[in-house]
């Protein structure tokens, strides 16, 4: 089994800047992306960004520029980290895990940290 631990969220300012971090433990073998997805109360979870095996990174467009998603192969770990903040960015970030062993995909969903901006 695969346990994903975020961390990192908090209060911050308009403007200011945040690092979360995803920990992966447990047996990962196979091809697999992790990425980070944020929720807003009463919307729907979207898609912030993915980082792939190899090192390739997608963005949703309204964090691109803004968010960086990073990666430590040894650690099993991959960060997001966020400048110039906007109060809209004020969500729960969840860390994913997709792996990919034929003939089936599984997903592994962190619990959640908060992040909010607000001055």
């Known amino acids: 089994q695969v346990q994903l631990v975020e961390s990192g969220g908090g209060l911050v300012q308009p403007g200011g800047s945040l690092r979360l971090s995803c920990a992966a433990s447990g047996t990962i073998a196979g091809i697999f992306a992790m990425g980070w997805y944020r929720q807003a109360p009463g919307k729907e979870r979207e898609l912030v960004g993915t980082?792939?095996?190899?090192?390739?990174?997608d963005y949703a467009d309204s964090v691109k520029g803004r968010f960086t998603i990073s990666r430590d192969n040894t650690k099993n770990t991959i960060w997001l980290q966020m400048n110039s903040l906007k109060p809209e960015d004020t969500a729960v970030y969840y860390c994913k895990m997709t792996i990919w062993v034929v003939p089936v995909a599984r997903e592994y969903w962190g619990q959640g940290t908060q992040v909010t901006v607000s001055s």
């Open positions: 980082i792939y095996m190899n090192g390739n990174t």
